[in-house]
């Protein structure tokens, strides 16, 4: 499975565009990239989810290079109610008996009015 | 359509004794996934059910087992409890098996002491 690198936390204002980069730079051929939000004490929840170039959603968008070794989760136009800690994983999608979700420490990001 | 549902929310035990959690999926979903998340460790996969068979299990002791019901609810069991055993429960389902698009309940805080 590949390595995902994110920093560990960002800060941003209400009203600004917010993009948080991840890195993973061993993606396999058939792996996909899924991004996730959480607040505290609650359980994640699915934002996105991208094999390449661009995916847009009523929540964000996905930004994803030629050479797939990065990944960029844009949020526009971010409030307060947009922080939270955002993971990102890599992996394949569909049947594969031997996977588990592997998530990093994610990155805590905090709005400010 | 429903989101998925874990009970108890909150649960205080002795160390020593065993605990059962509950996860009702989203209707329609045959994949359950359990996961502990801790301050210190962050969030760990331990086990997949899917069509009422464990799939996938992570690294945790065998005091940490589950069953999935032909409903496709599911419980976790955590037998003999250690103070270490105290953090949230999150419960997530997906459609198909080893999805990343899952869908997480609010989870189950178990305290041991």
């Known amino acids: 499975l590949a390595k995902t690198t994110q920093p560990i936390s960002m800060d941003s204002y209400e009203g600004q565009e917010v993009n948080i980069t991840c890195s993973h730079n061993?993606?396999?051929?058939?792996?996909?990239i899924t991004w996730y939000q959480q607040f505290p004490s609650q359980g994640p929840r699915f934002i996105i989810q991208?094999?390449?170039?661009?995916v847009t959603n009523e929540v964000a968008s996905l930004f994803i290079p030629a050479d797939r070794k990065s990944s960029t989760l844009s949020l526009p136009r971010v409030s307060l109610s947009d922080t939270a800690v955002y993971y990102c994983?890599?992996?394949?999608?569909?049947?594969?008996?031997?996977?588990?979700?592997?998530w990093g420490a994610g990155t805590k990001l905090i709005i400010k009015p | 359509k429903a989101g998925v549902t874990q009970t108890p929310r909150y649960l205080i035990k002795t160390r020593g004794q065993q605990v059962t959690l509950s996860c009702s999926p989203i209707?329609?979903?045959?994949?359950v996934s359990w996961y502990q998340q801790t301050p210190g460790q962050g969030l760990q996969f331990l086990f997949e059910?899917?069509?009422?068979?464990?799939?996938n299990k992570g690294n945790f002791p065998g005091r940490f087992s589950g069953r999935q019901f032909s409903n496709s609810r599911s419980e976790m069991n955590v037998s003999t409890l250690e103070l270490g055993d105290s953090a949230l429960y999150l419960c997530?389902?997906?459609?198909?098996?080893?999805?990343?698009?899952?869908?997480f309940g609010p989870g189950t805080r178990l305290t041991v002491t």
């Open positions: 061993n993606i396999a051929t058939n792996d996909y």
């Open positions: 997530a389902s997906s459609f198909t098996q080893s999805s990343y698009e899952q869908y």
């Open positions: 209707s329609g979903h045959r994949s």
């Open positions: 994983l890599v992996g394949p999608r569909g049947m594969d008996s031997n996977y588990q979700l592997i």
């Open positions: 991208g094999y390449k170039t661009k």
């Open positions: 059910y899917f069509s009422e068979t464990q799939r």
